[in-house]
């Protein structure tokens, strides 16, 4: 198992920047991937940005070019630096772990982004 806690979040202003971090613990060595996704009101969890074990990342087009992923090698995590937020990216941003051997992967519990003047 897989245990992963996100922390970072909270309330912007329009163009502000935040930085969200997920500490992985536990069978870390099962880590493929690390990413977030972000689930707004009634919308479905949306896939964000990965980093493989090989440091390859990619990113939404929503986000590209706005929000970084980069590693945090003391919690065996990630980190989500955010710029330039706009109210649309009002959300809970989940932090999740893929498998080397497949399956559902890992989640964290969350953490509320909310971007409001």
């Known amino acids: 198992q897989v245990q992963l806690v996100e922390s970072g979040g909270g309330l912007v202003q329009p163009g502000g920047s935040l930085r969200l971090s997920c500490a992985a613990s536990g069978s870390i060595f099962r880590v493929r991937s690390l990413g977030w996704y972000r689930q707004a009101p009634g919308k479905q969890r949306d896939w964000i940005t990965t980093?493989?074990?090989?440091?390859?990342?990619n990113y939404a087009d929503s986000v590209k070019g706005r929000f970084t992923i980069s590693r945090d090698n003391t919690k065996n995590g990630v980190h989500l630096q955010m710029n330039s937020l706009k109210p649309e990216d009002t959300a809970v941003y989940y932090c999740k772990a893929e498998d080397i051997w497949g399956g559902s992967g890992y989640w964290g519990q969350g953490t509320q982004v909310t971007v409001s003047s």
């Open positions: 980093i493989t074990n090989k440091d390859n990342t």
